[in-house]
Structures are given as structure tokens and as C-alpha cells.
């Protein structure tokens, strides 16, 4: 009767092998076909080495481009922070200037225009706080210029102690005084005192 298997074996020497048996019943033979198991299984362990590299190197491409993914995320963001700091800080002139067509680089845009309507604002305003006060000095010496040629005396008085800062010639003509006396008048009592001086020391000025 014919028989025939297969299977891992030890053969003569000691060593695994593969093998594969069939009798011959007619020469009363048994055929056999052997390998060594190293031999049997080097393709498997050769692919099974191709199989890591190939996996590590899939890994590490993920890994890079995992990593340069997420700087272009990040470091626009990190401009645009950065912008906005140096914007907060008073530098209208600054740009962001990141360009593309993703949130970031539309968000930059519209923070860049925002800086150059801001500018444009601030430019005006800095215009009109110029003119007013040009025109308030122009005024001022204008309403100056009319107390100084008063002919009744006028004292300007720093409220609320009533300092004197200034007075016009009339007033030091009136009281007989040089212009050093206004170092003198601290408070509407010292003004009193020269206005009234044959009041008692201790008297209460009106």
C-alpha cells in the first residue's frame, strides 16, 4: 500500500529539516526529499527583514511629513502672534505678509488691512489733534495778547490752592509790585495780603 506525508523532521545529523516521503510498494522503497529548515525558511526571513525595513521607512516618511505638516500650520500662526504683538506695540508700518489661500494666510491678510485702515485713522486723528492745537495756541496768545494791553489789572490763578501764574503789566502797575512777586503768591491768602496789606495778622480776608 502507498503512503506518502510530509513534515519537519531531525535527520542523520542532528539538524531540523523538511521533508516529504512516499512509498513504493512495488521495490519495496520509500522515497524521500528532504532541506534543511535554515534553507527551507531563508525567503521567509529575507521577507520578513525587507517587510521591517520597508515599514520603518514608511514610518519615518509619516513621521517628516507629519512634522512639516504641522510647521505649516504652526508657524504661520506663531507670524501672526507675532505680528500682532509688535502691531499692539505701536508699529503700524509692520506686515505680516503671509501669503496662501488658507485660513491663516486670509486671516493675515485681514489683519494686515486692518493695520493700514488703523494707520490711515490714526494719521487723520493725529492731523486733527495737530489743528486744534494750533488753533488753541493761536487763541490762547490771542487772548493774551487782549489781557496785555488791558488797562485794568488781570491776574490767571492755578486752581484750587489760586496760585498765581501770571498777571498783566496793569496788575503790577496797580499794586506797585515787580514781576518776582508772583514767585510769593501761593494761595488766594497771599494774594489777599497784597491786596489788602493793613489787615491785622490773624484776620480773616473776605
Known amino acids: 500500500q ?60 509619516f513621521v517628516i511629513a507629519a512634522f512639516i505638516l504641522a510647521r505649516s500650520i504652526s508657524e504661520p500662526i506663531e507670524r501672526l502672534e507675532k505680528g500682532a504683538d509688535i502691531v499692539a506695540k505701536g508699529d503700524l508700518d509692520h506686515k505680516i505678509g503671509i501669503k496662501g489661500n488658507d485660513e491663516v494666510g486670509r486671516l493675515s491678510r485681514a489683519f494686515d488691512a486692518m493695520t493700514e485702515k488703523l494707520k490711515e485713522s490714526y494719521g487723520g486723528l493725529e492731523n486733527k489733534v495737530r489743528d486744534r492745537t494750533a488753533t488753541i495756541e493761536e487763541e490762547k ?28 503789566p496793569k496788575s503790577f502797575e496797580l499794586l506797585g509790585q515787580e514781576k518776582g512777586f508772583l514767585e510769593k503768591l501761593h494761595t488766594y491768602t497771599d494774594m489777599q495780603k497784597i491786596i489788602h496789606p493793613s489787615k491785622e495778622d490773624g484776620a480773616p480776608y473776605p
Open 2 to 61: 502507498e503512503e506518502r506525508g510530509s513534515g519537519i523532521a531531525i535527520d542523520y545529523r542532528g539538524s531540523g529539516v523538511l521533508a516529504a516521503w512516499r512509498s513504493l510498494p512495488t521495490l519495496r522503497w520509500v522515497m524521500v526529499s528532504k532541506i534543511d529548515l535554515a534553507e527551507a525558511f531563508a525567503p521567509i526571513q529575507t521577507f520578513g527583514i525587507i517587510l521591517v525595513i520597508i515599514s520603518g521607512i514608511v514610518t519615518g516618511i
Open 141 to 168: 496768545q490771542k487772548l493774551l495778547t487782549l489781557i496785555e494791553h488791558l488797562p485794568v489789572g488781570v491776574f490767571m490763578m492755578k486752581a484750587p490752592e489760586g496760585a498765581v501764574v501770571a498777571a498783566n
